[in-house]
């Protein structure tokens, strides 16, 4: 026994001498470059921020991959997307092909994936609109279908593929058949674990729909912002335009779903009435902050999850070395397999948290005058 415990101490002895003895030589390799070969390797160093930024951020066109980079015969595999462009001249109507990689067309151009005027216009923005700031003189309004726009009908269209042929399914029979089997005992636990506990058996039936549908929308998409490879590999749960809109209308079924035991709760909270200048602006603020904190962590986790993941990775192009390929891809690898985990995390907390506004929202108090 213990012979064999000699023996393995040994051999993992020569495998990390081995290892450190190899990282020494890249290092002495590295050190003893010449410095024409050193500006030749700054000029084509590997910038992480850039890869990063725009794997996670929204596009004009589904970029795939670049054969040849930094040679003459560089050339760019992209899937176009529709640009629709109102601006003072008119509509313009065309494909992002038409001016990507420097190209003009109408005046406008694509940088970076973003659609540019070359006519020193502005793209409005919500806020600058309202405020008077642009108007159809001195901006245009960019209606295009981004890489976000067209992951919203990818998902849509899988969602109605996948419920429409569960409810013809049913329709033949009761037992569930096919993705069904998958997808019944998770419908189960969202009425069982998340709408009746948060909501009441009384009244959780009418929020059902939007919870499934907020469900799998953020779950699929999760999932599909994951999958490295066109049509998928988009991060639209982690634009915060997307977030916000779920919030907005979790926000919206909580108000108008409200009943007067909640507005009473509201504006004559149960305290002293010396604490209602206090307590009121506190409650109506906090109608608001709980939105906000929903659309802020989806957000959040979903964006740092994808960066953690290209940050690792862009370790190996950084430093060019083949010893932070057994550490990057191994943690790399399961950083990827605990966002799986994430994305359905994610989607989960996001629906209890709803169907938890909503509760609070419709819950009937008891009286002291019902005794």
Request: overall charge negative.
């Amino acid at each position: 026994m213990n012979k064999r415990i000699s023996s393995l101490f040994f051999v993992l002895f020569l495998t990390l001498s081995s290892v450190f003895t190899y990282a020494q030589q890249e290092v002495e390799a590295i050190s003893t470059e010449s410095l024409e070969q050193k500006i030749v390797d700054d000029n084509q160093k590997f910038n992480a921020k850039e890869m990063i930024m725009s794997h996670i951020s929204d596009s004009n066109e589904w970029h795939i991959l670049t054969l040849n980079e930094g040679t003459p015969e560089e050339h760019h595999v992209s899937i176009p997307l529709p640009v629709i462009i109102k601006d003072k001249n008119g509509l313009h109507m065309f494909m992002s092909s038409a001016i990507a990689h420097g190209h003009e067309h109408d005046g406008y151009t694509l940088d970076h994936g973003i659609v540019k005027s070359t006519q020193g216009l502005e793209q409005a923005k919500l806020f600058s609109v309202m405020s008077g700031k642009h108007n159809s003189d001195n901006a245009f309004y960019d209606f295009s279908i981004t890489k976000n726009v067209a992951a919203i009908f990818i998902s849509i269209f899988f969602m109605f593929l996948v419920f429409i042929g569960m409810a013809r399914g049913y329709a033949k029979s009761l037992v569930p058949s096919g993705f069904g089997r998958f997808m019944e005992p998770v419908i189960i636990f969202i009425r069982d674990e998340v709408a009746i506990p948060n909501i009441g058996a009384k009244k959780y039936k009418r929020y059902m729909p939007y919870l499934l549908t907020v469900f799998f929308f953020i779950w699929f998409n999760n999932m599909f912002g994951l999958i490295p490879f066109a049509p998928f590999g988009y991060n639209l749960t982690g634009n915060i335009a997307t977030t916000a809109v779920l919030a907005i209308i979790t926000l919206l079924i909580t108000i108008f779903s409200a009943n007067k035991d909640y507005w009473k709760h509201i504006f004559m909270p149960p305290v002293p009435l010396l604490l209602y200048p206090i307590m009121v602006p506190i409650e109506i603020i906090g109608i608001f902050t709980k939105p906000f904190a929903l659309m802020m962590r989806l957000f959040a986790n979903i964006t740092a999850g994808h960066i953690m993941v290209l940050a690792i990775m862009s370790l190996i192009f950084i430093f060019k070395t083949p010893l932070l390929g057994f550490a990057s891809v191994p943690l790399g690898l399961f950083i990827g397999v605990l966002e799986i985990l994430v994305a359905a995390l994610q989607a989960y907390i996001f629906t209890v948290l709803s169907a938890l506004f909503i509760g609070i929202a419709v819950a009937e108090h008891e009286h002291e005058g019902a005794h």
